[in-house]
């Protein structure tokens, strides 16, 4: 069964401070990893995609990585603003038959406090 | 371009009653998906459409029923509203394999 857990559940960093967020999946076959950032009230917004071959992308102050022979992806935030404040969400394409092909983690919420 | 909309953003219901959660997207593409999200569940497929004209189910389908309008227009719809129906509401749209784009949601009360 395809599944992508994520962790930790919850965080709490200060403001300015650093940050990595986990993501483990078993989906397959691969096709694609991507992360959403969700803020309070509002629906997700893709931070970031991750291919096969790409072992780390950077969006700004978020930086991705992805472990394909380990089935891991990270998400690292560099000087934690309170705006980061969110859930994350790690979703994890597979390229098998069906048309429907995605499975979502449970997210992470990510709080930042000055 | 205003992406993904929902209408209503808030409801109560009584239990039994029935309600229409309308989405619409002008982004041209051609799936459009309805979730669900609790605390701690996360994002849970309900019905998706991968294009104009057809329906699928998703994890979560009992108790919902779907109509793509048209390109544009996708909407969810509760027949005898459940108690264990209180939610916050999804709608997105994606071109075939690419990035969905979310709606701000509906917050639904089943009391």
């Known amino acids: 069964k395809n599944q992508v857990e994520q962790s930790p559940q919850s965080l709490i960093i200060l403001e300015g401070k650093n940050c990595t967020l986990q993501?483990?999946?078993?989906?397959?076959?691969?096709?694609?990893l991507r992360w959403y950032k969700q803020d309070t009230g509002r629906g997700p917004v893709s931070l970031t995609i991750?291919?096969?071959?790409?072992n780390t992308k950077s969006n700004g102050r978020y930086t991705a990585t992805l472990d394909a022979d380990t089935k891991q992806s990270s998400l690292h935030i560099t000087a934690s603003q309170l705006s980061d404040s969110a859930s994350y969400i790690c979703?994890?394409?597979?390229?098998?038959?069906?048309?429907?092909?995605?499975?979502f983690g449970k997210g992470t919420k990510l709080s930042v406090i000055p | 371009n205003a992406g993904v909309t929902q209408t209503p953003k808030f409801q109560v219901l009584k239990t039994g009653q029935s309600m229409t959660l309308q989405c619409a997207q002008d982004?041209?593409?051609?799936?459009m998906y309805w979730y669900r999200q609790d605390p701690g569940m996360g994002l849970r497929l309900i019905y998706y459409?991968?294009?104009?004209?057809?329906?699928d189910k998703g994890e979560v389908p009992n108790g919902y029923n779907v109509s793509r309008l048209n390109k544009r227009e996708f909407s969810l719809r509760l027949e005898s509203a459940a108690p264990s129906q209180t939610s916050v509401y999804f709608c997105?749209?994606?071109?075939?394999?690419?990035?969905?784009?979310f709606g701000p949601g509906t917050r639904l009360t089943v009391l």
């Open positions: 997105a749209s994606s071109k075939a394999s690419d990035e969905q784009f």
């Open positions: 993501c483990n999946y078993t989906v397959s076959p691969f096709s694609n």
């Open positions: 991750m291919t096969f071959s790409e």
């Open positions: 979703v994890v394409r597979h390229s098998g038959a069906g048309s429907y092909q995605l499975t």
């Open positions: 982004m041209n593409h051609n799936s």
């Open positions: 459409s991968a294009s104009e004209g057809t329906t």
